[in-house]
């Protein structure tokens, strides 16, 4: 079973406008940590927000908020205001577990596109 | 802060040969981790260093493997290239790999077996 699902293989967007990304995710570990990076055409992964299992509130950072759902395992990435330099290769990932044993687990990502 | 370093940043390759690749964790930064990413298979975690120890290894058979120096530094190693090796390896650091903590990738080497 994927742990991480992204159905969104592509998205548009109207410049200025808000947009979700969805990610769905799979654990039995009650201790895991969710994190979204951007992957721009250059490759490099870019950290933009992480949300912790344990955490009460929803995560933001910017205009990078993380619409956490603990019960439907679902932590969806709202991008407010999108701008031209936001269209890039979205990942949703999770790390499980404490101690040494962890490692990400990425999902498929969603590429977003953002139209002027 | 420089941030993390991957050399070199293309790579070709034959099928049988080996390659050595770099990666210098942001300043401090003690965990390093490797990552695959591959059209097919997406991002896949190798492994991770810490303190100059293994600490976890992802399904890759036993041709990848690495090394992490006392300066933190990392290397990573694929001998007897295969043609379905050709994919971009990111390299990640974090403080100390613990819960929460937040990785940083570098940009990545893209590696070419012809």
Redesign the interface.
Known sequence: AQKITQTQPGMFVQEKEAVTLDCTYDTSDPSYGLFWYKQPSSGEMIFLIYQGSYDQQNATEGRYSLNFQKARKSANLVISASQLGDSAMYFCAMREGKGSARQLTFGSGTQLTVLP | KAGVTQTPRYLIKTRGQQVTLSCSPISGHRSV?W?QQTPGQ??Q?LF?Y?SETQ??K?NFPGRFSGRQFSNSRSEMNVSTLELGDSA?Y?C?SSLA?I??E???????T?LSVL
């Not at chain 2, 937040?102 to 940009?107: A, M």
């Open positions: 981790s990552y997406g991002l975690f991770e810490f600490r976890n992802g971009l990111l990640a790999g819960e929460g937040k990785l940083f990738f570098g940009s990545g893209q």
